[in-house]
């Protein structure tokens, strides 16, 4: 049953005593300790007055004929910390309830209890070198908008924890689908004066000692904001898992094996153009992209053994794919040098086309010509370059 935080007993509730109270508090870190709330009890979300607004909830009923009510365990457990929840309004109604009695048991709210004050006492004995700065980045896909959870992305970071209450975000929801090249330039420069907005213009670039992104945009954009990051720190990326709808990576130990393969033209063409052809989450078209470059183009690709939607599960592959486009773009520069452009078309997921941007080098690669696929029709367009005045 629910009790009011207040030291007296009024009519119908029973006495907490305030060191109980405080001690309650300290576990919960003054939130609803009710599974997947979380909501802050001293402030209001819409005045931000900041006042006291919980309730302490009795998993067992401290009347015997309450919910979940015991003949003797009601008046053992009745200012007992380890039978009390601290909830929020909403939820110690819920499980003030006799009507909710059955399906929330003392089994479960103690599995409630316990699943949120080890949270709390983890996370507040994390080190500082735990502390990453939390990016989103979003912009609608193919006229699609986004929205991401920030409960689910704080929750995904274990062990680390957000530098800030709230993340960093570079939202393009407001912005129309992008059609012109000049569009692609003024989203561009949106996403660059945003980045620089937060980072300071570098000036506390020394700040970030970790980054964790969530991002959710069409693939050049997405090759451009890793371009502005590159390696100024270190930096976690995360991807939205379609079979799970979550951002949280797969065991690394599950994965094995080689995860990718590396296909080069038989002869290089020294009047050839230069791509590179990402495909993970499908088969990109590669009579459609030399089509656009010329049948005697230069291309290379890094596939998947099994390219798929889901194939980008673990950080294991992540991480391979990062040290096999890298050593392909090494490769490539001792084939070109640094002046020839390089072509770049992904069919890959958001992670992959940010460390597509972080791995180039702005003093030893040439400019990258990054393409948008705009569906079966129309195939591959042109949309932007990265790196542009590399040979200026």
């Known amino acids: 049953m ?39 009890l001293y402030t209001d979300d819409l005045t931000k007055l900041k006042d006291n607004l919980s309730v ?58 316990k699943e949120h004050e080890d949270r709390i006492k983890l996370l507040t004995g994390v080190l500082e070198d735990f502390k990453t700065h939390v990016l989103l980045f979003f912009a609608p896909i193919g006229g699609r908008t986004f929205n991401i959870d920030q409960n689910q992305i704080f929750q995904t970071l274990h062990p680390r924890y957000p530098s800030a209450e709230y993340p ?15 569009g692609w330039a003024f989203l561009c420069q949106t996403i660059d004066e945003k980045f620089k907005d937060i980072f300071k213009n570098g000036a506390n670039r020394k700040d970030f000692h970790h980054i964790s992104i969530f991002a959710l945009a069409p693939i050049p954009l997405l090759v451009y904001l890793g371009s502005l990051i590159g390696d100024i720190s ?9 079979s799970t709808d979550k951002w949280t990576w797969k065991d690394d130990s599950e994965d094995d094996g080689d995860f990718y393969q590396i296909l080069g033209p038989e002869k290089h063409s020294a009047a050839g153009k230069t791509a590179i052809v990402i495909s993970l989450s499908g088969d990109a078209d590669k009579e ?51 002046s020839t452009e390089i072509h770049l078309f992904c069919a890959a997921p958001a992670p992959v086309s940010v460390e597509c941007g972080r791995a180039f080098l702005p003093k030893c690669d040439p400019p990258i010509k990054v393409y948008d696929f705009i569906g079966k029709d129309g195939g591959f367009v042109y949309a932007l370059t990265i790196n542009e005045h590399a040979n200026g």
């Open 2 to 40: 629910a009790t009011a935080p207040e030291e007296k007993k009024k009519a119908g509730r029973v006495s907490i005593p305030q060191k109980v109270q405080n001690q309650l508090w300290a576990r919960a870190a003054g939130r609803c300790e009710f599974r997947g709330c979380n909501k802050i």
């Open 56 to 113: 302490i909830s009795h998993i067992i009923a401290y009347e015997k004929d309450g919910p979940r009510g015991h003949e003797t365990l009601s008046d053992q457990l009745k200012i007992d910390i380890t039978n009390l929840m601290l909830t929020c309004k909403d939820h110690g109604k819920i499980i003030d309830s006799k009507e909710y009695e059955e399906k929330y048991s003392v089994a479960l709210l103690r599995e409630y209890k």
């Open 168 to 182: 960093y975000s570079i939202d393009l929801t407001d912005f129309c689908k992008v059609e012109t090249r000049e």
């Open 234 to 242: 270190n930096v976690d990326l995360y991807q939205k898992h379609r």
């Open 288 to 338: 459609n992209i030399r089509g656009i470059l010329g049948g005697d183009c230069n291309l290379y690709e890094i596939r998947a053994a099994k390219p798929g939607l889901d194939f980008l599960s673990s950080k294991a592959k992540l991480k391979a794919f990062s040290l096999a486009y890298r050593e392909l773009l090494k490769d490539i520069r001792c084939i070109n040098g640094h």
